[in-house]
């Protein structure tokens, strides 16, 4: 069965100071999706970034980037140049599944970021 | 571009009572999902549906239930509710294409007592 882990309850980072989200993640389908999603405090869910299981280059959008080690079935998730309103939950989440057979998102249990001034 | 809109936003009920939250999608996303989330369980699947059909289900009891319409607007009922009941619902929506990431709307508070 697949599985999302995510082992940080909480996490404390100084502002402007880079942080790393672990995750860990089991399949056995060799096709499948690695996703990070921000929730504040509003609740809404905010994706943040994406690495598929074939990309060969790690994935990075703006200060977000994603440390995907395919053989040890790690994808975390690196914040540079914390800020303020990087506080939040973080979710790590894996899609399995492709074309009509449909897919589920399952997310591991979130890691809080506490961002100190 | 419109979000994805829940509504209510929040919502009280007692238990045995039944309740139906609403999901509209983004224009021209076919693909509606359904999560629950507690505190205890975290977020937790509950089906998704495409083109009108449930495609994936997770693991609830079949109080739970959905449908999808043909406009891709979605429909949760949850019947005999039960305290344990009592959580945030998310639907997400996607477009069908190579990452196929969720785009959220901002939930259904359900409490019941």
């Known amino acids: 069965a697949q599985k999302i882990t995510q082992t940080q309850p909480g996490m404390f980072v100084q502002e402007k100071e880079a942080v790393t989200l672990d995750c860990t993640y089991d399949t056995s389908d060799p096709s499948y999706g690695l996703f990070w999603y921000k929730q504040p405090s509003s609740g809404e869910m905010i994706f943040l970034i994406y690495?598929?299981?074939?990309?060969?280059q790690n994935a990075t959008e703006g200060r977000y980037s994603l440390n995907f080690q395919k053989a040890r079935k790690s994808a975390n998730l690196v914040i540079s140049a914390s800020q303020l309103g990087d506080s939040a939950m973080y979710f790590c989440a894996m899609r399995e599944g492709m074309g009509t057979g449909g897919f589920k998102t399952i997310f591991g249990a979130g890691t809080r970021l506490f961002v100190k001034a | 571009k419109a979000g994805v809109t829940q509504t209510p936003r929040y919502l009280i009920k007692t238990r045995g009572q039944q309740v139906t939250l609403s999901c509209s999608p983004i224009s021209g996303h076919r693909s509606v999902s359904w999560y629950q989330q507690t505190p205890g369980q975290g977020l937790q699947f509950l089906f998704e549906y495409f083109s009108e059909t449930q495609r994936n289900k997770g693991n609830f009891p079949g109080r739970f239930s959905g449908r999808q319409f043909s406009n891709s607007r979605s429909e949760m009922n949850v019947s005999t509710l039960e305290l344990g009941d009592s959580a945030l619902y998310l639907c997400?929506?996607?477009?069908?294409?190579?990452?196929?990431?969720?785009?959220f709307g901002s939930g259904t508070q359900l409490s019941v007592l």
């Open positions: 997400a929506s996607s477009p069908v294409g190579h990452d196929e990431k969720l785009f």
């Open positions: 690495q598929g299981s074939y990309d060969q």
